[in-house]
């Protein structure tokens, strides 16, 4: 391995593929969809018409849009044994991994990899996109003992979702809100779970796999994850009483990870986290949770005079849910309802100019061992 001397720890800096999916300025703090600013979107578009935007690189006129969305509320029913599973899996389950088997089940029922034709591969990707937000919905009424909603065959994506969730038609902001939050998370280069997509795809598995795989890349922490850890860690300074600055300079002190900060390639504020804050200042407002605001401030505050280190796309998500009354183990699955749109943008894209993905590590272990019998070890 003398030719690849340098390891490029967590793939820093390293550009594995060309993609026509989203443009990221880490410095300048911009972010572009398929040549269109993330502001621009936030102001304009659906999620519906970003779905189209991420599989077909432009935007649909108004008959394609129509079209798309009637073929999304068209697939939004989930098989009677992903229902069945939903109800009967453990209600303490996390609400990620059960979405990770939910979706992986749904190939089941579907042919996976029998064409390779453009209009199959974005059939599955309606199929999968349209299936998420039910999946979500009837699993947190199924484990809170309540009733499963079918899904409406009419509305967008976001209204479905909140009425099947609550069992109650969403006003016109709440549907606004959530479809702004799905805007915004719906793509993001080469983040980890779009890579782990992608590398599934590239051994030529199905569209199943690869949302499956990137769902559990999206579950941790340091991905996706941290929008929950946000709310859990605001719900604990509330529940202990502590002072927002002091609770983050303690954990700072001890080495600690602040969740919904930090990026790897933002060298200043994501400008998805600079959207969700005012919207976050707004709903925090109008819902009488004022404090959880101030209390984030206060901590952007600490974080960039401590340690110059701005939020991330989780850190104002976070509060923008809970002023929904969404509950925090829900959040990471709004990501994915949202992410899966880009995932298979990239699916579509990687299938489209495939090679198998496959890097080298450098082998730092012994060479020239002598066996020894299991006796003497
Ligand atoms: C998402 O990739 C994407 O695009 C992801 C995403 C998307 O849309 O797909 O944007 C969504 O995943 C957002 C990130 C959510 N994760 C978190 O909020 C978890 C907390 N953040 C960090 O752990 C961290 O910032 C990462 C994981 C996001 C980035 O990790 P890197 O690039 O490997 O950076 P690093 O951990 O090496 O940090 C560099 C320095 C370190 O200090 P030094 O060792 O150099 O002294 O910055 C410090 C870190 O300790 N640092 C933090 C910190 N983030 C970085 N210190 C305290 N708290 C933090 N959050």
């Known amino acids: 391995l003398s030719q690849y001397p340098h390891i490029n720890k967590g793939l820093e800096g390293i550009v594995a593929f060309s993609s026509t999916k989203s443009f990221i300025d880490g410095q300048e703090g911009k972010l572009i969809y398929a040549g269109y600013t993330i502001d621009t979107l936030a102001e304009n578009a659906t999620f519906e018409e970003v779905c189209f935007l991420l599989w077909n690189d432009r935007l649909p006129n108004q008959s394609e849009l129509d079209d798309l969305t009637s073929k999304l509320q068209g697939e939004r029913a989930l098989p009677e044994s992903v229902l069945n599973y939903l109800q009967n899996t453990s209600k303490n389950a996390e609400p990620m991994a059960v979405l990770r088997t939910a979706v992986s089940i749904l190939s089941d029922f579907h042919e996976v990899d029998a064409d ?32 499963i909603v079918e899904p409406l065959s009419d509305h967008s994506t976001a209204y479905n979702f909140l009425y099947m969730l609550n069992d109650e038609e969403p006003g016109e902001q709440a549907e606004k809100t959530m479809d702004l939050c799905l805007i915004l998370h719906a793509e993001h280069g080469m983040n980890a779970s779009t890579f782990t997509n992608r590398a599934i795809c590239s051994t030529e598995s199905d569209m199943y796999s690869s949302v499956t795989g990137a769902i559990g890349a999206l579950k941790g922490p340091l991905h996706g994850g941290a929008n929950q850890a946000v709310m859990n860690m605001l719900l604990d300074i509330e529940e202990q009483g502590d002072d927002p600055v002091d609770y983050i300079e303690n954990r700072l002190a001890n080495k600690e990870k602040i969740m919904g900060f930090g990026h790897r390639v933002y060298k200043t504020m994501d400008p998805r986290a600079r959207i969700l804050r005012g919207m976050s200042e707004q709903l925090s407002k109008e819902t009488g949770h004022e404090t959880l605001y101030e209390w984030s401030e206060a901590i952007l505050n600490t974080m960039k005079e401590k340690i110059g280190i701005d939020p991330n796309v989780d850190f104002f998500s976070a509060t923008v849910y809970y002023s929904m009354g969404i509950k925090p183990d829900l959040y990471t699955c709004i990501f994915a309802m949202s992410r899966v749109s880009g995932w298979t943008g990239h699916y579509i894209e990687q299938a489209e100019n495939n090679r198998l993905i496959r890097p080298r590590a450098l082998y730092t272990g012994e060479k020239d061992l002598d066996w020894v019998p299991v006796e003497d070890r």
């Open 116 to 147: 390779t034709s453009k209009e199959f591969r974005l059939n599955k990707a309606i199929s999968i996109t349209a299936k998420i937000p039910t999946i979500i919905a009837a699993f947190d009424r199924a484990r809170n003992d309540k009733n």
